[in-house]
Every structure is written in C-alpha cells, then in structure tokens.
C-alpha cells in the first residue's frame, strides 16, 4: 500500500487539499479531537502517517513512506537522501536573520564577530555566516527561539519568518533574508526508481495537479 508522511502544523490542510486533486482523501487528520496518527484514504487505497514536519524526510528517506510533503527549510537543514519530485508552491515562508529593534544592527555583516546567534536551523546559520566569513557561535534553541535576544542570550536569531507578525509583536526586525521556503514533494528514491506501491501510476497525477 503506498503510504504518504504528511506534516503536522501549518502544512496539513493545504497537504491534505493537495492529495484530495488526484482521489486520494486524508480529511479524517483535519477532524476536531482526532487522536490517529494514520489513516487511511477514504477508498483504502493508500495510508497517511502524521508526523513532525522534521520528521518526514526521515520516514521517507528510510522507506517507512514512499511519498511526503516537506517544508524547503527542513530539507536545507537535513539534507536528507530523498528524491525531490517538485516545488508545490504552497507554505511560502523564508528563513531570515532578526535582531532586536532596539539595536544598532542593520546587516548581518553589522553583528559582532563571535556573538551568539540563536536558531533551530544550525546548519543553515552556520553555513550563511561561514559565507559571510563572520564567526559566531550559534545556540541551538528549539522553540521560541525570539526570547533569544530578547533575554539577551543572543544577539541575533535565524529562524522562519511568514508574515512577520511575530517578529513585530516581541520587538525585533529582519536583517535579512537567508532564502525562501515552500512545500516540496519528496519520495523514497528506490520506490521511486523501481515504481514500488504504484508510484508510477500517482506521481504523474500528482505532477499535474500542482496549482
């Protein structure tokens, strides 16, 4: 049975959506109190595991799901061994340098050599300011990552930003942009090669149903 990682958060109902354009329905995960981690699609012709949207390239990658939906920002993170099938256009967010609005920063090339920069993108932050050439000594932080600055731990995060609201409501401002992130169709790349739970006959369907 083919069997699909959809991600948990700000992903899932435009995932679901998505699927729904080649039969495949999932609605059961959008339920008020629903508990499953998978179902099924409506017709039994596939199954949905829920799953962090840190998770998924996992679960494909080691062949637990054949297909998946992942945000750009994880896989630059991850930089897991899947295939990329194709940019679904949706989830639009970036990941962008923030500083307090108070400080006198107005680059990232302005921090301060070896000043501490929080983030949950280690890899992307340690890369942008290899590139730089800045050093800085980046704190892994995995959740309200803004207090960062804010509790002076850290002169700067590097974090996901979408409409900026957040940003706004705990006093700080984007510097800069680190790149731009949308939802991407991931799969198992030996199910894929080998059109193993009928990959060959959803993948065509799913390319063409993109928006």
Known sequence: ML???LPKGALLKDSIAYFQRVGLNFEALLEPGNRQLQV?????RA????????DVPV???????????????VLREKNPHVAKLADLGFGQCRLSVAVKASSPYRSARDLP???????????CADAFFQQLDLPVDIVPLYGSV?????TGMAEAIVDLVSTGRTLKENGLVELEQIFSSTAYLIAHPRSYRLNLNGLGHYVPQLIGAIA
Do not use: M, N, W
């Not at 099924?40 to 039994?44: A, K, R, V, Y």
């Not at 050599?113 to 890899?123: E, G, N, T, W």
């Open 146 to 150: 803004e207090l960062g600055p804010i």
């Open 3 to 5: 069997t699909i990682a």
């Open 59 to 73: 679960y494909v990658q080691y062949g637990q799901a054949q297909l998946g939906i992942v945000g750009y920002d």
């Open 113 to 123: 050599p070896h000043c501490r920069v929080a983030s949950k993108f280690v890899r």
């Open 47 to 54: 199954r949905a595991l829920l799953v962090r949207a840190q």
């Open 40 to 44: 099924l699609s409506q017709d039994g």
